[in-house]
């Protein structure tokens, strides 16, 4: 079974909205979470590393005011793409391991499709 | 460049065929490496850890070089449920970089 839940799998809405989309670890405590965009016929561009209890880290080129990370607790981790447009649309999942990225495998949520009209 | 490096294909194979894919990667500090299986608009799914003695996972085989920064996939008796993306990641520090991925698509 999953787990890690992502939630919703489908968002679409209009220019300016703001969306929520969670990521939740189910059966083990997350102290990282990743936050993945992948357009389409492209590969995964990792966006930022969220860390629980303290500010989430950004790659290059990825607006932090725009992309809001919370990880308040050791199972949730939330990314608010804020004032949503067009461009913004795409497909955004996440990841946990239960350890070191390097030895333990990353359990990917199912993703959440976002269409921006 | 990009960190890693595949061929998007897409390659059309038989069932029953043998199929390979090749992957390049630029940072030789990389530490680990993976193969990970993704259907159409679907989450990636690990198929896959490649060492550099080799792996081998029933029909599939995974090789590293880490000289050259080549990774392979072979594929033996492919099936139609064989029919996907495969993604190409390797490690570097806390992050996997993934390869834009190759489409294989298995025909009766």
């Known amino acids: 079974g999953a787990v890690v839940s992502q939630h919703p799998s489908w968002v679409i809405c209009k220019s300016g909205t703001s969306v929520k989309i969670e990521c939740r670890s189910l059966?083990?405590?997350?102290?990282?979470m990743f936050w993945y965009r992948q357009f389409p016929k492209q590969s995964l561009m990792l966006m930022a590393t969220?860390?629980?209890?303290?500010?989430?880290?950004?790659e290059q080129g990825v607006e932090k005011d725009k992309f809001l990370i919370n990880h308040a607790s050791l199972t949730l981790s939330t990314l608010t793409v804020t004032s949503a447009h067009p461009e913004d649309s795409s497909f955004y999942i996440c990841?946990?391991?239960?350890?070191?990225?390097?030895?333990?495998?990353?359990?990917f949520g199912d993703g959440t499709r976002l269409s921006i009209l | 460049r990009k960190e890693v490096e595949q061929d998007p294909g897409p390659f059309n194979v038989p069932e029953g065929a043998t199929v390979a894919f090749n992957c390049t990667y630029s940072?030789?500090?990389?530490?680990?490496f993976f193969w990970y299986r993704q259907d159409c608009r679907k989450e990636p799914k690990l198929l896959m850890s490649?060492?550099?003695s080799g792996n081998e996972d029933g029909r599939f085989t995974a090789q590293l070089n880490r000289a050259s920064q080549y990774i392979s996939l072979l594929i033996r008796d492919s099936k139609l449920s064989d029919s996907a993306t495969y993604l190409c990641?390797?490690?570097?520090?806390?992050?996997?970089?993934f390869g834009a991925g190759t489409i294989l698509r298995v025909k009766s």
């Open positions: 990641v390797v490690s570097q520090g806390n992050k996997l970089v």
């Open positions: 990841s946990a391991s239960k350890g070191m990225i390097s030895n333990q495998p990353q359990h």
């Open positions: 490649v060492y550099s």
């Open positions: 969220s860390n629980e209890g303290s500010k989430a880290t950004y």
């Open positions: 059966d083990f405590q997350a102290t990282t």
């Open positions: 940072n030789s500090a990389s530490q680990s």
